[in-house]
């Protein structure tokens, strides 16, 4: 993965655009800022922008991706915001000085209790660009061996094994709600599973 320079959209420095900025909360994971923001017309206006360290999240795949329809490790796991359960992939907030790959490979132990052979970069997306700087680094977790899972207190979860064709038909009949799970899988539905 290439390093983006500050100011680059990629880095998601928006500070960089900010003469002003004054932090309004700092929590466990996300801190609030209010920033004065030049805007590329040379105006300038005031936004809150939620901070977010980033993130990795993991499509774990128990077949090779040659396999006809090979089998993926969802979770079914209780999200307290959503008001209830969502099915998504393995994922997790990057710890300080962790690199993405890094933090791929600890939530696929952690929630899974799989270890990968092969942990391969799709792509990286902002969730909430209108008010966030939260990225998520994608990545196919693949040649899988399993152990014992490392749940946080506060993490409810169950492991579905699911045939990727399934998966994809819960995406389209709208079970599948997680923006970052939908776009992992359809990622790898079209430019892997398709090779």
Known sequence: MSPSAPGDPRSGDSHAHATDVRRIYSGR????????????????????????????????????????????????????????????????????????????????????????????????????????????????ATGLRPGNTKHESDEFIELRPTPFSEALERIRTGEIRDAKSIVALLYVAGYRLSR
Request: net charge negative; charged share 25%; with cysteine.
């Open 29 to 140: 994971v996300i801190t609030l800022d209010e920033e004065v923001a030049r805007f590329p017309d040379g105006t300038t206006g005031t936004l809150a922008i939620v901070r977010h360290p980033g993130a990795s999240a993991v499509v774990p795949l128990l077949d090779d991706v040659s396999a006809a329809d090979p089998t993926v490790l969802l979770l079914k796991q209780h999200r307290h915001a959503a008001g209830g359960a969502l099915f998504e992939i393995p994922a997790g907030v990057i710890d300080k000085g962790e690199q993405p790959d890094a933090c791929a490979r600890r939530e696929l132990l952690e929630e899974t209790g799989c270890t990968a052979e092969r942990i391969e970069h799709l792509t990286t997306v902002f969730t909430t660009p209108g008010f966030s700087d939260e990225q998520i680094h994608l990545f196919l």
